[in-house]
């Protein structure tokens, strides 16, 4: 297999095998992926995904938190989530040492940017992005702290391998110390230095609502676990002109942009379908779009420049697409 032939904006189409598995936590696995052919994997930075597309017809991304330095595998660690869709049940019941999996990857919506110093918030499997990010700031001498909140120690998955960072990592969990102290551990808005928070949504809201007021913007980086589906109890028909070919279409109050370049015979590249993997992203020409997503940034979503059409609309009554 040629891994590069099938390289796109988002990512190369991959055949890959579970070499190895192995369980962090009661509820967590880790997979090691590597190709069938033991060619070198793609290359990615910190803050990458990598989807993958299950047997079951499911489509999941998860955050690389192997080491980049490493041709020969990907890392990936799935939490079984209480509420599962199927997805991560699948893995953790069906995937075995030496399961195939369809991949396609990598691809980065939370990298990291250069800073004189990081301080990386992490809740529960959100420490997966966070690592490979640890590692590249330990290997540049960038000063670095780690913030490593759980609902308790045995359910946080590499804290072992965190140790030897010493008093750079705290480790948090909420059964014995209760929430996450956010207001003391971002107490100093530090010039030049940079915030990675990955985690649940309570968590995120609650940096978010801090950074506002005390740190300058663009201080703070988030990765979230889904999107804000929209409410399409109010929605309203809009429309869409494809600058391409032409064509106008109408999108009703009960169906995405997506679905109605689908049903349309449009091919556009989409895999997660609720605006968390960047893969259905389109540049927008006219009109005012309506961002549910959360691959885009706060600046990105105000310049109305893309969008991400599986779950997004629009503001104005028309947007014209590069279609």
Not at 73 to 91: C, H, M, Q
Not at 153 to 158: I, K, R, V
Not at 161 to 171: E, F, H, M, N, P
Not at 253 to 277: F, M
Request: glycine letters at 8%; proline letters at 7%.
């Amino acid at each position: 297999m040629n891994l590069t032939t099938a390289a796109n904006d988002n990512g190369v189409d991959l055949s890959l095998v579970v070499h190895n598995r192995r369980m962090l936590t009661a509820d967590i696995v880790a997979l090691d992926l590597q190709a069938n052919d033991a060619e070198l994997l793609p290359p990615w930075a910190p803050g990458a995904h990598v989807e993958m597309n299950l047997d079951n017809g499911l489509s999941r991304q998860y955050s690389l938190c192997g080491d980049p330095a490493d041709r020969q595998r990907w890392t990936v660690a799935v939490l079984r989530e209480p509420s599962s869709r199927g997805g991560s049940d699948y893995i953790h019941d069906e995937m075995p040492a030496g399961a195939k999996v369809q991949c396609r990857g990598p691809r980065n919506n939370f990298p990291l940017e250069p800073a004189s110093a990081y301080k990386f918030v992490a809740g529960g499997i959100g420490i997966t992005p966070m690592l490979p990010m640890i590692g590249a700031a330990e290997a540049s001498g960038t000063p670095w702290t780690l913030l490593y909140g759980g609902r308790s120690l045995d359910s946080m998955a590499f804290k072992d391998d965190l140790a030897r960072y010493g008093d750079k990592v705290r480790i948090h969990p909420q059964d014995t110390l209760g929430l996450l102290d956010l207001a003391t551990e971002l107490a100093d808005p530090s010039p030049g230095t940079a915030i990675y928070c990955c985690g649940p949504e309570p968590l995120l809201a609650a940096i978010e609502n801090h950074c506002a007021s005390t740190w300058p913007a663009g201080a703070l980086h988030v990765e979230r676990f889904r999107a804000d589906l929209p409410d399409l109890t109010d929605a309203r028909q809009i429309e869409i002109e494809l600058a391409q070919s032409g064509m106008t279409l109408t999108v009703p109050a009960d169906k995405s942009i997506l679905e109605v370049l689908t049903e349309a015979g449009v091919e556009v590249d989409a895999s997660c379908e609720e605006g968390t993997c960047g893969t259905c992203e389109v540049m927008v020409l006219e009109g005012t779009p309506e961002h549910h997503d959360v691959v885009l940034t706060e600046s990105e979503r105000e310049s109305g420049e893309c969008m991400m059409i599986c779950v997004s609309r629009a503001k104005s009554k028309c947007l014209k697409l590069d279609l």
